[in-house]
């Protein structure tokens, strides 16, 4: 505002965007009392009046020779005061928050870059606060914004170069801050004395937007030579989150209020509507401090690209029709609605994304949703637990799609014979004639093969039997689509994977179920045991032989040695010899009982002249050493070579026999018979003893060898019967396959 020719204080330029434009204020307004005081009474106590007005509360203007009242107070609900009041008062709010979780997390480190961050908060906060003063023209807001906002690009600077000093990186020197700093009290200066400089208020602020736009190009340059040089560094990822939310927050401003500012002398948004995407700022920092995880930045970036690319076209296309339909006043119009209609363009694909996403199990399913489908299928088939229903799912599924009407499954064997599944059973006339396409069909996993009234796919595969289902209609189905075919191959790789998984179940329950008929220790592991337990046991005879018995030998030769010398001479008293006598019958005792415990732990002769021989000689040996008057082995129909462990098996068995017969049967007369019938081996015994009873037979501690029986004839693989009672003897029959 300026005094006309006629000494009359006139409007000349309004502000584009300013409150004075929202305030309905026009170029040629001529202004008659400001504050409830005459024009001419301010400007004799002021002596002049400035070429802006500030700390205006009601102004009485003259426009077209009628005079109004214009009132310069906020309303409550405006976007004067969203944008002037609420929005800075939020930032400031935020940055506090953000400073007190800054203290409380480094009271111990008292780090350099928390205090720089802290004090880049409340430089910026202050500075966007102040900008409501400023605006109104006040001094003190002028003087503060004026500085704090040249200070923003710097003191960001400061601490991304801090911070990374810390880390024990540097990518640019500090002596770039001489001249950053310096700049914010060039401009300060500049304002302070613009009067005696007589510089204009345009040219200030062209001044002061050239030097932050100068100001943050280099901060922001360094940075991403920063980023560059430590991508592969561990503070890359939280580098990249700090550059981008920044750029995200400070871009707006620079691209559509400075740029065009400083180049064309016009901006494309006015400062109020783009300095909010600051909050950007606080925000991030608050929800990193929160937030256990944070968002995949990479993730959001590539997906904002996709979008802005497809929002390309629509919005053009949208501004030219707008274009041809108005007339629009300048370019700066066209600029500004074009790029409104791509935001809101791109706010629409990725709210779109969010909502297909959100809602994809409530939204009614179209016929060719192919991706709907394939997710419905995927959660029907994880409750399957068989074959058939795995096949059912699968079959309605491509049913409700495509222009099919039934569905078979077929299986193919390796030898290439083609046979249908017992629910195809009645239906052989259906799918035989498509029997050569479906052995086309079994080279792959969702191959494809398709025929008049429909097409044949494979599905799965399991031990050499493939899985091929036939989809057919009633008329002649069009030749399936890429679409089709891709979404075909995707269900046949989810039902491969779940078939496999359903059989590999049902295997494992069939083994489940045989284990536990086998009872706690299987035929496998009984043998295992014994095995083992055979091998402790020859390990153990081979060490009394070739230490224990060998001494003794060594030691019964010298007693004999010393005994003949002594006869020889005959000098021994009669009490010695008889002393060497008795020693020499001792040490015999002593050496036949450890080749009898090696006989019994290693049976010899079984290794070197097989079964028979050595229940030959088992018997014998009992004969001599119980009181058993008669033991009876009957071998002579037996002719058939055993695996060693199984005659391992079977002599230990005849042997506890045996054993029990002479500790607890009482028995006068045993019989053995060991003989072959067909593919079969059976053993029998039978002695005349006290017997036990049947219903107490594996109480008895003394009945442990009978357990042991039992298992050796469960790993054996046979089966075993015994018949016995009180007085009335006991008789065993095993009974093994070949």
Not at 105 to 123: D, R
Not at 213 to 236: D, H, M, N, P, R
Not at 385 to 398: A, G, H
Not at 622 to 635: A, F, G, M, P, V
Request: charged share 20%.
């Amino acid at each position: 505002m300026q005094f006309n020719e006629k000494n009359e204080y006139q409007v000349f330029e309004i502000e584009k965007g300013s409150l004075a434009q929202s305030l309905g204020f026009k170029k040629g307004d001529i202004i008659r009392e400001i504050n409830g005081k005459s024009v001419e009474k301010l400007r004799s106590e002021d002596g002049k009046l400035a070429d802006e007005l500030s700390d205006v509360k009601s102004i009485i203007v003259e426009r077209d020779e009628e005079i109004g009242i214009v009132e310069t107070g906020y309303e409550l609900v405006s976007y004067e005061s969203l944008f002037l009041f609420i929005i800075p008062m939020m930032f400031y709010l935020l940055s506090l928050f953000c400073v007190y979780f800054i203290i409380k997390s480094n009271k111990k480190l008292n780090s350099a870059s928390a205090f720089i961050l802290i004090v880049f908060l409340l430089v910026t906060s202050t500075a966007y606060s102040c900008s409501v003063g400023s605006a109104k023209g006040d001094s003190l807001s002028i003087y503060i914004t004026m500085i704090t906002f040249q200070f923003v690009p710097v003191l960001y600077l400061h601490y991304i170069y801090q911070y990374f000093k810390e880390k024990g990186k540097e990518f640019f020197s500090n002596k770039i801050f001489l001249l950053l700093y310096p700049i914010g009290l060039f401009n300060l200066l500049i304002e302070i004395f613009s009067d005696n400089l007589q510089v204009t208020y345009s040219s200030i602020k062209l001044i002061n937007l050239m030097s932050f736009l100068f100001v943050t190009s280099i901060a922001f340059g360094l940075i991403i030579y920063g980023v560059i040089k430590y991508k592969a560094s561990e503070q890359a990822y939280f580098l990249r989150i700090l550059v981008i939310t920044n750029f995200v927050a400070f871009i707006p401003f620079l691209i559509f209020y400075v740029i065009p500012y400083v180049f064309i002398g016009d901006y494309i948004f006015p400062a109020m509507f783009v300095v909010p995407f600051l909050l950007i700022i606080p925000f991030s920092l608050v929800y990193q401090f929160i937030a256990t995880k944070i968002y995949d930045i990479e993730f959001l970036l590539g997906r904002f690209k996709y979008y802005g690319l497809l929002a390309i076209l629509p919005s053009l296309t949208a501004v030219g029709v707008f274009t041809l339909t108005q007339e629009l006043s300048n370019s700066l119009n066209t600029i500004k609605t074009t790029i409104f209609i791509y935001f809101i363009m791109l706010g629409v694909f990725y709210l779109k994304e969010i909502l297909d996403f959100r809602f994809r199990l409530k939204r009614f399913s179209e016929k060719f949703n192919y991706q709907d489908s394939v997710f419905k299928f995927t959660q029907l088939i994880r409750s399957s637990t068989s074959l058939s229903q795995v096949l059912r799912e699968l079959s309605q599924t491509i049913l409700d799609v495509l222009p099919v009407s039934q569905a078979y499954v077929l299986e193919l064997k390796n030898d290439g014979t083609v046979g249908g599944l017992p629910e195809n059973h009645g239906h052989d006339h259906i799918w035989k004639p498509y029997e050569k396409e479906a052995i086309k069909a079994v080279t792959d996993i969702g191959k494809i093969v398709e025929v008049d009234r429909g097409f044949l796919i494979k599905i799965g595969e399991r031990g050499g039997t493939s899985y091929v289902m036939l989809c057919l209609s009633i008329l002649n189905t069009p030749k399936l689509t890429r679409d089709e075919i891709s979404w075909l191959e995707t269900l046949a790789f989810y039902t491969s994977v779940s078939l496999e998984n359903v059989l590999k179940i049902g295997e494992l329950m069939e083994h489940l179920e045989n284990v536990k008929k086998e009872g706690p220790n299987p035929a496998w592991l009984n043998k295992l045991m014994f095995a083992i337990e055979e091998k402790q046991r020859s390990d153990l005879a081979r060490d009394l032989h070739d230490s224990v018995l060998q001494d003794m030998i060594s030691l019964k030769h010298q007693s004999e040695m010393f005994l003949a010398d002594f006869e020889k001479d005959k000098v021994c008293t009669n009490q010695i010899r008889q002393r060497l006598i008795n020693m020499n019958e001792h040490m015999s005792n002593v050496i036949q009982m450890t080749r009898e415990t090696c006989q019994e732990l290693r049976p010899q002769l079984l290794y070197d002249l097989g079964l028979v021989k050595a229940l030959s000689k088992l018997a014998a040996q009992h004969r001599e050493s119980s009181s058993i008057e008669k033991i009876r082995l009957n071998t002579e129909k037996f002719s058939k070579i055993l695996e060693l462990d199984t005659q391992l098996n079977l002599y230990r068995i005849v042997q506890e026999l045996l054993s029990n017969a002479a500790k607890h049967s009482k028995a006068t007369e045993i019989l053995i018979m060991l003989v072959c019938i067909k593919e079969k081996v059976v053993l029998h015994y039978e002695d005349n003893g006290i017997g036990v009873d049947q219903d107490k037979l594996y109480q008895n501690s003394a009945n442990m060898g009978l357990s042991g029986i039992r298992e050796r004839v469960r790993a054996l693989n046979g089966s075993l019967e015994i018949q016995t009672a009180e007085g009335k003897g006991f008789r065993v029959v095993i009974e093994m396959e070949l």
